[in-house]
């Protein structure tokens, strides 16, 4: 997409702090950082979400995250990590092209867990949930 402000980092269109590349994803720190190290891992062909993310790029994908992981702990001497994607607009996603948040983490940095984020407690019990969720799963 030519609009795509992290397909044109990608394409190296836009400058940024690079701080691992393959053929298929790129990673750099995040130009609004919500902490020391924020970094962004994203793949470099347009994708919207994760469901859009090739099945074969899984594996590179989640041992690229644990990479990004281990280096970022290292070099800001953390263990402690919020990771996560924002997927879709009602959850925040800012710029359509899936991207996976390492926020590192500090002690009192004010940061909460990922379950700080919402609250929306479901109005209908656990079964009936899973019960949907299993129709669709075996319609497909």
Excluded: W
């Amino acid at each position: 997409m030519s609009d795509c402000i992290f397909c044109k980092i990608a394409k190296k269109e836009i400058e940024s702090y690079v701080i691992e590349e393959t053929e298929n994803f790129i990673s750099f720190l995040d130009i609004k950082p919500h902490a020391p190290g924020h970094t962004l891992l994203i793949p470099k062909k347009h994708v919207a979400n994760l469901e859009e993310l090739p099945q074969e790029l899984g594996e590179e994908f989640v041992f690229l995250s644990k990479r990004l992981v281990t280096l970022l702990s290292k070099a800001l001497e953390t263990k402690d990590f919020t990771i996560g994607i924002n997927h879709g607009k009602l959850a925040g996603q800012a710029v359509e092209h899936l991207h996976l948040h390492f926020i590192p983490r500090f002690k009192d940095d004010k940061g909460g867990s990922i379950h700080s984020v919402v609250y929306n407690p479901p109005k209908e019990e656990l079964s009936v949930i899973y019960e949907k969720i299993m129709k669709v799963k075996n319609e497909s």
